[in-house]
């Protein structure tokens, strides 16, 4: 019985200290993967944005 938990306690805490962290790692992959996409979004919007404002422009000065 001794040398069961003694197995447990050496094996047993790294398996699960790398299963957590495993976890975490994810968690935040995820997460960040999330926050990456809206900000791709909003860079997106913001070229079509200032490419619509340049040709404006363009069209004022051509008319001046």
Do not use: C, H, R, W
């Not at 962290?21 to 809206?38: E, L």
């Not at 200032?50 to 004022?60: A, D, Q, W």
């Amino acid at each position: 019985m001794n040398e069961i938990s003694t197995i447990i306690s050496t094996v047993g805490f790294p398996i699960f200290s790398f299963l957590l962290s495993s976890y975490f790692i994810k968690y935040t992959y995820d997460k960040n993967m999330a926050n990456i996409t809206q900000l791709t979004e909003a860079v997106n919007n913001n070229t079509i944005v200032l490419t619509k404002l340049v040709e404006k422009i363009g069209e004022e000065k051509g008319t001046d």
